[in-house]
């Protein structure tokens, strides 16, 4: 059997693993890429498409600002501008208890390069007239904006196969073995590949690879509600999103230079894991109209004429997979990215290839740890002894 | 199960012997019909308040037409009718529905999907100019609303629909330019013993062309299509096309209506998981159903042209012949010698739109010599050349990574207009099969949503 060898096997071909395959290729790494399905096709390939840091947690903020300047080099960077707007983001509120919790956000030391900048009352309606007359403040983040997520992890992938790196699409792990200072994938056609380093970045399927590593973690699976309207003229270059603490309020919505609007937010779907596929519910639909009508009254007469969803991983306290493993030398993760993967994506791709080609990162990532869940995962298998006994 | 919720979607001639078969039975059906009026597509009903007679309306097929709507006017007050209802969703059980900007769900143990088909298109370059209409397009504005969609129309495509609706609208007066067949006269030669499977409605079709030469309409065999002349701010003002034997002729003309015969309407059983299946003969994804009509989805039943292209005829005797296979998943009587006629006269009709099939053949290679320049995409206005670049650029080999890269299919049609096309684009510049580039996904809402539309309580 044909062995094939690489400095890093990668296994997952989503924006993640597609980024850190170009940024080992700029740091002179050999890079083998495995794609179950098509490069991009679950959770990066259908989520709104958000290049957003305002509202992330604090202490992830310092990765998205990384990656936002990766974002500011496209097209340079690779070669294809992934339709990336800087056209701000205006994260909105319903109620007036709501905006101190904004302002406290937005004067955090963590935030300071966002250049946040609240409105309310008169402002922030003069500013932003298209709101509803029920957006009772808001805050600004006038770097943050949108791109294309159909487009971004293909070009990514193709960035790095220019660079070098071997991609393989339709591509399914069997099994992964370690055996002294490497490891070595099966792929269920048969074929092996091997390397001293692998990156683990299969998104709503990252667990099983880091479960048969000792390393199980509580991951769900949650298929993203999206729709699109036809095109009208463009006018809304500002992204808006509802900041609140009622699921079904949660709205947001980008319009595109060629009209179209696109919508996300609310309930999310179960997806079909079996047949890997996810489908819009259609109270979402439903509740996305009430809530578009109310954020935006305008909207009213528009059409929706498409919707889908998509498979999306997520963990209990909403924060990635990412780092080096807590038990194997020489394996890493980049998964589970919580809905809101996309704008960190070019960011994950270059701390991960620094972390791996270098063995430490400047950018703190310590929050993201799968050790995290290292003692709940002890807890249960002495629970299933002490059931078994 | 004597209580099953049974619904019917689609009001033409399938679901309407469907409906009324199952009424027969004692089965009362819910019939849910996007349009205002029962007929369908083909029968389509003019409106409340307009008087032409049925040969005026339907020509050859006034007979045919006026049965079905007296069937329908019998059994309308016995089952639950809905007009007007479009259904743009779907999950298991359940029916969503819009009527009126009104959003309602339906629940079902069992659905019959008659849906129907659409025209079947190929770009050709300046096809997204104002007056390019599709056939069956041209068709509704004679029988709903008594217009003409130009002054002086050219009818170009292919298939037994080109003829009809161009003999439709010499009927009703309006000024033909020409009638251009894609068609060389050897294939329908060739078909010929298949077509007398049917040897009536072979003479009716011949009858058709008889009455355009009568009427001295130049009809053209075998030619190419190479250009919608005109521009976008008039519109359309001729057709440039070559010849069967090579040379070019332009036709003065202010509308076009354009066709390749059918594709069916299968959104709705694409979102039910229904499994498809690529049809050889006309090269394209059908339902994937048997003889009576059952899909690979227990529960969801389909008949007429939205699951099999065989035309009107053939939707009424399959609408009887699935109800036949619900009563029988319901263990209720069913009538054997009524269901092996349904069986007998559709084996004939298969053998027919073979014959069809054969004698007006799709043009896929029209796709691969389009001019880079042509429009594939009507809605997005994506050309060809944008979609050769996702195969030749990003190394997209199959029609749902094309649509993500390109856009074509993702306006407000849902690749009704350009998916069939937009597949053979992808094919040729892949290099590969159109059956090896797949199918474009079904994705709700079947038809564009407003975002006025509001839930009524149930």
New interface residues.
């Given amino acids: 059997m044909m062995l094939h060898k690489a400095d890093v096997v990668i296994v997952g071909g989503g924006l993640m693993g597609s980024a850190a395959a170009f940024f080992l290729r700029q740091r002179g790494q050999s890079v083998i890429l495995l794609e179950r399905d098509q490069i991009g096709q679950y959770a990066s390939g259908v989520n709104f498409g958000n290049v957003r840091r305002q509202g992330r947690f604090l202490g992830q903020l310092e990765l998205a600002n990384r990656s936002w300047a990766l974002w500011r080099r496209l097209p340079e960077l690779i070669d294809d501008d992934l339709e990336f707007i800087a056209s701000g983001h205006m994260r909105v509120c319903y109620r007036e208890d709501e905006i101190p919790e904004l302002e406290a956000y937005a004067a955090a030391p963590e935030a300071a390069q966002l250049d946040l900048k609240i409105y309310r009352g008169a402002e922030l309606h003069e500013r932003f007239p298209f709101l509803g007359p029920e957006v009772k403040g808001g805050s600004y983040a006038p770097h943050d904006g949108h791109a294309n997520p159909r487009l971004a992890a293909p070009a990514f992938a193709r960035a790095a196969r220019r660079l070098g790196a071997r991609i393989e699409e339709q591509t399914e792990v069997a099994d992964v073995q370690k055996v002294g200072g490497e490891f070595t994938v099966t792929t269920t056609d048969g074929r092996q590949f091997s390397a001293e380093r692998l990156l683990i970045t299969a998104g709503a399927w990252g667990q099983k690879l880091s479960e048969q590593f000792g390393e199980p973690v509580p991951l769900d699976t949650h298929g993203p509600q999206m729709a699109v309207t036809e095109p009208v003229p463009y006018a809304l270059p500002t992204v808006i999103g509802v900041y609140t603490k009622i699921p079904e309020e949660v709205i947001y919505f980008r319009q595109i230079p060629r009209g179209n609007i696109i919508i996300g937010g609310g309930y999310r779907s179960k997806p079909d894991m079996l047949n890997r596929r996810a489908y819009v519910e259609p109270r979402s639909i439903l509740n996305q109209m009430d809530q578009m009508r109310r954020l935006l009254p305008g909207v009213g007469n528009l059409n929706i004429i498409r919707v889908w969803s998509g498979i999306e991983g997520y963990l209990p306290d909403s924060l990635p997979v990412m780092g080096p493993s807590g038990n194997v030398d020489g394996l890493y993760y980049a998964f589970g990215f919580c809905g809101h993967g996309f704008q960190l994506g070019p960011g994950v791709g270059d701390v991960m290839a620094e972390l791996i080609s270098t063995g430490s990162t400047s950018t703190s990532i310590e929050p993201f740890s799968i050790r995290r869940f290292a003692s709940s995962a002890e807890q249960r298998t002495t629970e299933q002894r002490s059931r078994a006994s | 199960m004597a209580t099953a919720r049974i619904v019917i979607v689609g009001a033409g001639p399938a679901g309407i012997r469907c409906a009324e078969t199952l009424l027969a039975a004692g089965l009362k059906p819910i019939l849910i019909d996007e349009n205002r009026r029962d007929g369908g597509q083909i029968y389509r009903r003019q409106p409340e308040g307009f008087t032409r007679d049925y040969v005026t309306l339907y020509g050859t097929e006034a007979a045919k037409a006026k049965d079905l709507h007296q069937s329908f006017d019998r059994l309308r007050g016995q089952i639950d009718y809905r007009p007007d209802t479009l259904v743009w969703?779907l999950?298991p059980g359940q029916l969503?529905c819009v009527s009126q900007g009104k959003?309602s769900?339906v629940d079902y143990d069992a659905l019959i999907l008659c849906t129907g088909a659409t025209d079947r298109l190929m770009p050709t370059e300046g096809w997204q100019l104002a007056g390019t209409y599709s056939l069956g397009g041209a068709q509704i504005a004679l029988k709903s609303q008594a217009v003409s969609i130009g002054h002086r129309v050219v009818f170009m495509g292919s298939g037994p629909l080109l003829y009809l609706v161009a003999s439709q609208y010499v009927k009703a007066g309006a000024s033909v330019a020409a009638v251009l067949d894609t068609s060389p006269r050897i294939k329908r030669i060739g078909a010929l013993p298949k077509l007398l499977a049917r040897p009536g409605l072979l003479f009716t079709g011949m009858k058709l062309l008889a009455q355009l030469y009568r009427a001295k309409i130049p009809v053209h065999l075998g030619i190419n299509p190479l250009q919608v002349l005109g521009d976008a701010a008039s519109g359309v003002s001729g057709v440039r096309i070559s010849m069967a034997k090579g040379e070019t002729l332009t036709i003065d003309c202010d509308a076009v209506a354009l066709g390749y015969h059918l594709r069916p309407e299968t959104q709705l059983a694409d979102?039910a998981g229904c499994r498809m299946r690529f049809d050889e003969a006309s090269s394209q994804w059908w339902l994937a159903v048997d003889e009576a009509g059952r899909t690979s989805v227990s529960g969801v039943y389909a008949a007429g042209d939205g699951s099999k292209i065989r035309g009107a005829d053939a939707a009424e005797h399959a609408g009887r012949l699935v109800a036949m296979a619900l009563l029988e998943d319901l263990q209720q009587p069913v009538n054997i010698g009524l269901r092996d006629e349904q069986r007998h006269a559709l084996a004939v009709m298969d053998q027919f739109r073979l014959g069809l099939a054969q004698a007006f053949p799709w043009p896929a290679a029209q796709a691969k010599a389009l001019p880079d320049s042509a429009i594939v995409c009507r809605c997005?206005m994506i050309s060809a050349g944008e979609l050769r670049r996702t195969v030749s650029e990003?190394?997209a080999c199959?029609v749902n990574?094309a649509k993500?890269?390109s856009r074509v299919g993702?306006?407000?049609c849902?690749g009704r207009y350009c998916s069939q096309a937009g597949a053979e684009v992808i094919a040729a510049a892949a290099g590969v099969s159109v059956q090896q580039v797949g199918r474009q996904r079904g994705?709700?809402?079947v038809k564009?949503?407003?975002?006025?539309?509001?839930?009524v309580s149930p």
């Fill in positions: 969703n999950t969503c959003h769900t979102l997005e990003k190394g199959e990574r993500a890269f993702m306006g407000r849902q994705q709700a809402p564009p949503l407003s975002m006025l539309t509001e839930e």
